[in-house]
């Protein structure tokens, strides 16, 4: 399984890819005047508004970096009763991909950086790494909600 | 994070593969070259944790605003060559080898047209036959013309294998290989009938010529099925 690896505030976090779209870079956003502060606004994907959830906010209330590595994550979103939609998650750090041997999310939702790395390659950190759901970790209903507009 | 907050040590530049001094990097020993080492490339996404310039986010929000344009996929080759006065195509993963037109050594008691004869392939002799005899090509007449020393004939003998056999055909000239995409493929003109529709999938416009793109299948069933 390909992972991605990216950080938001002091954590690390891995995301399977295939449940990504596309990655790309900052853009700018609309607000959205009643949203919750972790939504960021609005972005303009590929012609359709894509809520973008700023993951820094959502996670540890603090803006993201504004930095070249800060980047949108377009996921496959499974919104009720309306299928797959793209949902813009802003991650800090997302620079890295590894390929592991995992076939299935670790048991404890937790992997270590040496079970990652397969012992290929000597990890940098013993740090552990969140494993990225995007069901679990996101607030659904609230999301559902910034689908609602859309007919 | 700030830019003037990033300190950078470039150990590439000072003991790595682009030293000036005596000192190694022992780690070099391992990686062989700086590219493999894993403090290069951390050191490398480090400087991606620096301030995009400006207007760098504006500029990304036009270009995702607009559909990704896809690059055309699905990309046949077909390799093109005139017989006579037609531009015609096989499909390029056939074709094993274009040689020099050689002599054809014809065969007593023929028993048809469109074996040509026998024709000598690097040594072993392989079947000829002829392409436009099965779609009904009219020979171009060879007009009288003084002799030219400078004159290479652009007369080839392409050689194809099918069914794990090699069979060769003569070809006037030979073009090349073009790559299209299915969308190119145009369907054949109603006015054109007979054995050249049969054995016609689909016709490529390309710099001018209408280029007929042929079905290799039951063409070479046909140019084969005499001596099976």
Redesign the interface.
Known sequence: MLLLLFEIYNGRYALDVNQIIEI?????FKKIPTAPGYVAGL?????TGTPVIDLNQLMDSVPF?????TRIIIVNYPVRNKGDKPLALIAN?V??TVRTRLTKPPPAGVLMDKSLYDGE??P?TSEMIQWFDIKKMLPENEITLLFEDEE | ?QTANLKIDDCWNRIGILRTGAERCPKLDQYVHCRNC?VFS?TG?KL?????PED???E??KI?????ALKPFNIKAAFVFRAGSEWLALPAHMIHEVVNMGPIHSLPNLPSKVLRGLVNIHGSLQICVSIGSVLGLEKLVKTEVEFDPSYVSPERLVVVLQDNHLVAFPVSEVKGIIRYTPEMLKDPPVTVSGSKAVYTSGILHLDGNDIALLKDKPLFKTLTKDFE
């Open positions: 790309v870079p900052l853009v700018k972005m303009n994907y590929r012609g970096e504004d930095a070249l590595s750090n620079t890295e390659i000597t940098e | 994070m894993p951390k996404r991606l944790r620096t301030e995009p760098y986010r504006s990304w929000t995702l605003a607009t559909e990704k």
